[in-house]
């Protein structure tokens, strides 16, 4: 079972940017995605969660109204679309899913909740 995350680069200040996120091994169509990130020298911090119906979408406060996650189950696959980014969303951006039989706002952001993981992807945006 594999994550396979895409999609990053070296961007400008404003401009957008659209991850990908494949599932291999398995469907992942019962499990909640989750996007995280880690800048260097920080912790990996919680960025955006959708629910397994798609119906709960949640998002960390400093990406509120910019960044946008969806996901197709027909795919196997979770996306983020980020815009209007600042140089302080560079980071390595990660994709994780997790089959839960509850949904809980508090669990879901935590790190710990997570089965699966993708192996990053390095997001860069200069000023």
């Known amino acids: 079972v594999q994550l396979q995350a895409s999609g990053g680069g070296l961007v400008q200040a404003g401009d957008s940017l659209r991850l990908s996120c494949a599932g291999t091994g398995r469907y992942f169509n019962n499990h909640i995605w989750g996007w995280f990130r880690q800048a260097p020298g920080k912790e990996r911090d919680f960025v955006a969660v959708?629910?397994?119906?798609?119906?709960?979408?949640d998002y960390a406060e400093f990406v509120k109204g910019r960044f946008t996650i969806s996901r197709d189950d027909a795919k196997n696959a979770v996306y983020l679309q980020m815009d209007s980014l600042k140089p302080e969303d560079t980071a390595v951006y990660y994709c994780?899913?997790?089959?839960?039989?509850?949904?809980?706002?508090?669990?879901?952001?935590?790190?710990?909740?997570?089965?699966?993981w993708g192996q990053g992807t390095l997001v860069t945006v200069s000023s």
């Open positions: 994780a899913a997790v089959l839960l039989r509850r949904y809980s706002s508090n669990d879901v952001r935590m790190t710990s909740q997570y089965d699966y």
């Open positions: 959708i629910s397994k119906t798609g119906s709960i979408t």
